[in-house]
């Protein structure tokens, strides 16, 4: 099966410009994710999608960013304007519930790395 | 707040050397997964614990379950330079993944 896609793969950008990340899951994954891995640490999830529902963006900084999912299907990831600290690497994951939640793995994408200047 | 605590954060090791990187918490998860990532690649799954005290075995690989289900250990039996990766741990609750901070191995030749 086709993996989870992502792009651009790279993006430098000016404070205060903004940008948008795109995501292309694997087909039947009802859920999404999109998370924030800074340089030296773990994902930060910023935002959980069921379907073209939210059911977690607790760590969503919505002054600043947004996210869609439209048709249940791919979704983009927004930030408008940008600030230093938002340089990371931006992954989408997917899952299937398939086998239950407690024991589907996430599928990953390569990221986005973004750099603010 | 950081619900997992990896540690350790770092470690370098020769070929052929032992290892074993801890995930703690103060809370009790449904599952416990464990992911490696390499440079420029996203995460990818190595194994996902459900119940308290199990053990699971991939080649070389021993994870272990705690038996409060608020940790894990993962241990590495004769490391080799393909080990070489950032290793994650993430733990289930409700419907949310949270991930630790990693710990980075390099196994030098």
């Known amino acids: 099966e086709a993996g989870v896609a992502q792009s651009p793969r790279y993006k430098i950008i000016e404070k205060r410009q903004s940008v948008a990340f795109w995501c292309n899951p694997i087909s039947g994954h009802a859920t999404l994710y999109w998370y924030q891995q800074i340089l030296g640490q773990g994902p930060k999830l910023l935002i959980q999608?069921?379907?073209?529902?939210?059911?977690?963006d607790s760590q969503l900084p919505k002054d600043r960013f947004s996210a869609e999912r439209l048709k249940g299907v791919d979704s983009t990831l927004k930030i408008q304007p940008a600030k230093l600290e938002d340089s990371a690497v931006y992954l989408c994951a997917s899952r299937s519930i398939g086998q239950g939640l407690v024991a589907s793995p996430l599928h990953f994408g390569n990221g986005t790395r973004l750099t603010v200047t | 707040t950081q619900l997992l605590e990896q540690s350790p954060q770092f470690l370098s090791i020769q070929e052929g050397e032992n290892l074993t990187v801890y995930c703690n918490s103060s809370?009790?998860?449904?599952?416990l997964q464990w992911y490696r990532q390499e440079p420029g690649e996203g995460p990818v799954l190595l194994v996902t614990?459900?119940?308290?005290?199990e053990v699971k075995k991939l080649k070389r690989l021993t994870f272990q379950f705690g038996d409060a289900r608020k940790d894990s250990s993962l241990h590495i039996t004769a490391a080799q330079p393909g080990d070489t990766g950032l290793y994650l741990c993430?733990?289930?609750?409700?419907?949310?993944?949270?991930f630790g901070k990693g710990t980075m191995l390099l196994v030098s030749p």
């Open positions: 999608f069921q379907n073209n529902g939210v059911v977690d």
């Open positions: 614990v459900v119940t308290g005290g």
């Open positions: 993430a733990g289930l609750r409700y419907s949310t993944l949270t």
């Open positions: 809370s009790v998860f449904s599952s």
